[in-house]
C-alpha cells in the first residue's frame, strides 16, 4: 500500500525566500504525481503534474521534481510572496489505480 | 476557464437524515470522482465514476452512500443516512482522461457537511 510523507509538516518563512517542500513515497512504480494548493476552508487547486516518465515541471516560479529511483518528489518555490500562504498536498497514482493517494499537506506561511 | 462546481457550500443535518451532495464536473471531462476530507486529516477517496458506471470505490463508500448521474451536467453523491462520523467536507473532482499518467484532476471548492 502507497504511504505519501510529506515533510515539513509546517513552515513560516519571510517573503522573499525561496522553498522546497518534500514528499517521499513507498511504492516507485507511479503513474503520476501532482502537487495541489488549498486555502483554508477551500477546494484544491491543482498547481503541476509530473508524468511517471517525465523528471520536472515548471509553472512560473513553481517547479516540481520527480526522483522515483528515491521515492521523492520536492515543489521548488521561487521568490516566496504572502498570497502563497496555503497547504500544499502531494497526491500520486501507483499500484495498478490511478486514483491518488494524498500527503497530509504542508502549511506554509508567507510573512512579510 | 471552466471550473468544477459544488452546491451546497455548506451543508448542517441531523443525524439520521439523507443529504444529497451536488456537483457540476467540467464540461467535455468523463470521469468523475468524490473525495472526502475530515478536519485535519488527508484527503480521502470514496468513489470514482465512468460511464454511468461506478469504475473504482473505497472501503469508505459503503451501503449508505451512492452516486448518480441525474442528466448530462450533474454528477451527485447521496448519503442515505447520515452518521456523526460523516461530518467533513466533500470534494468533486473530473478529469478529461481515467487512465494513463496524464488523467490531471480539478477539484471542486468543497461541500461541508455537519452532521449535528
Known amino acids: 500500500k502507497q504511504e505519501v510523507t510529506q515533510i515539513p509538516a509546517a513552515l513560516s518563512v519571510p517573503e522573499g525566500e525561496n522553498l522546497v517542500l518534500n514528499c517521499s513515497f513507498t511504492?516507485?512504480?507511479?503513474?503520476?504525481l501532482q502537487w495541489f494548493r488549498q486555502d483554508p476552508g477551500k477546494g484544491l487547486t491543482s498547481l503541476l503534474l509530473i508524468q511517471s516518465s517525465q523528471r520536472e515541471q515548471t509553472s512560473g516560479r513553481l517547479n516540481a521534481s520527480l526522483d522515483k529511483s528515491s521515492g521523492r518528489s520536492t515543489l521548488y518555490i521561487a521568490a516566496s510572496q504572502p498570497g502563497d500562504s496555503a497547504t500544499y498536498l502531494c497526491?500520486?497514482?501507483?499500484?495498478?489505480?490511478?486514483?491518488?493517494?494524498f500527503g497530509r499537506g504542508t502549511s506554509l506561511i508567507v510573512h512579510p | 476557464e471552466p471550473e468544477v462546481t459544488q452546491t451546497p457550500s455548506h451543508q448542517v443535518t441531523q443525524m439520521g437524515q439523507e443529504v444529497i451532495l451536488r456537483c457540476v464536473p467540467i464540461?467535455?471531462?468523463?470521469?468523475f470522482y468524490w473525495y472526502r476530507q475530515i478536519l485535519g486529516q488527508k484527503v480521502e477517496f470514496l468513489v470514482s465514476?465512468?460511464?454511468?458506471?461506478?469504475?473504482?470505490k473505497s472501503e469508505i463508500f459503503d451501503d449508505q452512500f451512492s452516486v448518480e448521474r441525474p442528466d448530462g451536467s450533474n454528477f451527485t453523491l447521496k448519503i442515505r443516512s447520515t452518521k456523526l462520523e460523516d461530518s467533513a467536507m466533500y470534494f468533486c473532482?473530473?478529469?478529461?482522461?481515467?487512465?494513463?499518467?496524464?488523467?490531471?484532476?480539478?477539484f471542486g471548492p468543497g461541500t461541508r457537511l455537519t452532521v449535528l
Open positions: 465514476f465512468y460511464n454511468n458506471e461506478i469504475s473504482e
Open positions: 473532482a473530473s478529469s478529461p482522461r481515467g487512465a494513463g499518467g496524464d488523467n490531471e484532476q480539478f
Open positions: 497526491a500520486l497514482s501507483s499500484g495498478g489505480s490511478y486514483i491518488p493517494t
Open positions: 511504492d516507485s512504480a507511479i503513474y503520476n
Open positions: 464540461s467535455n471531462h468523463l470521469y
